[in-house]
């Protein structure tokens, strides 16, 4: 992994298991939930950002989405994305490119991880099913994504401050 100190202050760089602490404590069951933010652009170059409900699993970031919504729609016109998360004491921002997830075994495991944290999710035809998921979502199955992180960029917003980029 590089590292790139951003910070014009004289701060250090901030290390990456900085990150990696707050993301492994991210909707864990009995944790509270965090919101991850997906930024995506459309056919037209437009950009998009919505709010999805993302888990951290093995150095990897996973979402769902309904195959008919604008995000679904970009990310098969253009897999590269970024999620940005605030996470206690550092607002964080990854990019890499989406992949739809297909395999059943990985689908189990995440269904599993997203019940442990309340939503009720059943890996099914293909994706994952619930009594419900978000107002927009449209109706189940709904794909699985997952990021594979290219790089990602940490702003500090409690000491120590810093900013870096991490390459990996």
């Known amino acids: 992994m590089k590292q790139k100190n951003l910070d014009g202050y004289g701060h250090e ?9 707050q993301l492994e404590r991210t909707n864990t069951a009995g944790g509270p939930a965090t919101t991850f933010w997906l930024s995506t652009v459309g056919p037209d170059g437009s950009p998009y950002c919505t709010g999805v ?13 309904g195959p008919g919504t ?15 998360v605030s996470l206690p004491g550092l607002d964080l921002t990854i ?10 075994p ?6 599993e991880r997203y019940a442990a944290q309340g939503w009720p999710a059943r ?15 449209g109706p189940p199955p709904w794909h699985l994504y997952v990021i ?10 409690a000491e120590p401050q810093g900013a870096t980029r991490w390459t990996f």
Do not use: M
């Not at 409900?53 to 989405?65: E, I, M, P, R």
């Not at 604008?70 to 940005?84: E, M, T, V, Y």
């Not at 990985?106 to 269904?111: G, K, P, V």
């Open 95 to 104: 990019r890499g490119g989406a992949e739809r997830v297909t395999d059943q």
């Open 53 to 65: 409900g993302a888990l951290w699993v093995d150095g990897q970031v996973y979402f769902t989405s």
């Open 13 to 21: 760089a901030l290390p990456w298991s900085r990150a990696l602490e």
């Open 106 to 111: 990985t689908l189990e495991r995440l269904a």
């Open 123 to 137: 890996a099914e035809k293909g994706g994952l099913t619930a009594p419900f998921s978000a107002p927009a979502a």
């Open 70 to 84: 604008r995000k679904s729609r970009n990310l098969a016109h253009n897999p590269q994305c970024a999620i940005s």
């Open 148 to 157: 594979v992180p290219v790089s990602a960029t940490g702003t500090a917003s």
